[in-house]
């Protein structure tokens, strides 16, 4: 087991640092969420996804 832990070790450190950068990646994005950011880069005129994070009432309702 010990042998197997000290062939394996830098690439079992490697994993856990990129297994870490995704964790905290997941928390921010939640996180931004949550408070109302959001991850655009820019403009929705032409995000085809444009309705689906910026509800806006119907044209017809005033």
């Known amino acids: 087991m010990l042998a197997f832990l000290a062939e394996n070790l830098a690439t079992m450190i490697v994993?856990?640092?990129l297994a870490a950068v995704v964790v905290l990646?997941?928390?921010?994005?939640r996180k931004d969420k949550k408070s109302g950011k959001s991850n655009c880069a820019g403009g929705c005129t032409h995000c085809a996804s444009a309705g689906m994070c910026h509800h806006q009432p119907p044209a017809d309702h005033k």
């Open 25 to 29: 990646i997941i928390v921010k994005l």
């Open 15 to 17: 994993g856990l640092v």
